[in-house]
């Protein structure tokens, strides 16, 4: 096997979907597993690129009013407890912690699987008039969930993520942030990480422990086109107010409850570049995103010379400064074919290459990782013309995922065709469902699939439950996730 052939190495994506994904999650430098079960690693490269989304993701929380805090990692039993339904929905994933020091605790405290029953209570201290509304905050940290099945980034004990939790006055107000920050979710993903979603509302038996209504966007993966739920934002009703005492006097002169929203995003969506963009080569990271953009592999022998090499790699690298994240790789211990290999696998949007002859040119060669497309520059139009290379890229990902989400998503009449593009790992299906859990638990059971949501914007078509045949006002979707 050459050198070159080694460093990519992994999987047919085709073939071996799952196998694919792990390799390019190890062999792109993502992540790795840790020495505790369950948990990764996750190495600079991996981390780098949750950085670029978080800074994004942060960007659009500010300019939507958020401010960020911070809340305690451990929740005394008898706080998680007070919300029934909330515990009740979170207990089989709880981690406890029982001992503190050389003592047995009085009560245990729950690592936070989510920080609802440690953040209420304080809101109910803040909280005593209409003008302590609303509280706009949200906090970045990591939960732990007892995972016993993980996978990489998609299913860990401990993931990183953000939780938003908001405080209002009227239940209109509480709906209307819970869907506008679906739709800052859904903004991220399709315009920074190039993934197109369907939002939509969680059925009853799929909604957060403990919600009024759970809004969701879900995105279609590659290989086998289940789903994976990218983001949810909750309107918690008065449900949290009532339990915790968020009690605030209202311009009216009436004591009231306060309303609660919570919403979260999670090292997941990472999971999700993987799957929709990657190819058998490796990643492909939307520009917007990739923690390098452009790297310059200089190429050079030995007769050559180094100096004009160098000097023209400083010239690049000053020109492109501006318009982009530029890193070169000087190895000189790896061959060129092994460092274009490592960066296609690694996902780098742009490759540029320069050599004796394009030194001498006034040149530079920029190779695209999405089409393979090969261009030769004048140094002059450089910067221009990465910048136009970046900004096509992340508009041709989010094409192709979007004409693969629309090509398996099909309309089905009855519950055999559900059963067979299940089987077949076919697709989403669209079908019309009653309304009644009965009939969602059959599909779970039979088929494994589940109701990934009932769309905010499918219109309303009078049919029949492909379960029951009762009447049904909409189609909802069907289809296996992670
Ligand atoms: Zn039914």
Redesign the pocket.
Known sequence: MSNDQFVKNIASREEEYSRWYTDVVNKAQLAEWSLVHGCMVIRPYGYALWEQMQQLLDRRFKATGHQNAYFPLLIPESLLAREAEHVEGFAPEVAWVTRGGNKELEEPWAVRPTSEAIICPIYAKWVQSYRDLPILINQWNSVVRWEERPRAFLRTLEFLWQEGHTCHATPDEADERARMMLEVYRRFLEDDLAIPVVPGVKSDSEKFAGALRTYTVEAMMGGKYWALQSGTSHNLGDHFGRVFGIEFLDRDGQRKFAFNTSWGLSHRTVGAIVMVHGDDAGLKLPPKVAPIQVIVVPIWRKSDDARAIEAAVDRITALLALVARVKVDWRDDRTAGYKFNDWELKGVPLRLEVGPRDVANEQAVLVRRDTREKLTVPLANLAPTVERLLAEIQTNLFAAAKRMLDAHTVAVATYDELKERVAANAGWSLAH????A???AQVKAETKATIRCIPLELPREPGL??????A?ERRVVFARAY
């Open positions: 469902w009653c309304g009644d009965a009939c969602e439950c492909i379960l029951c045949g009762a049904s």
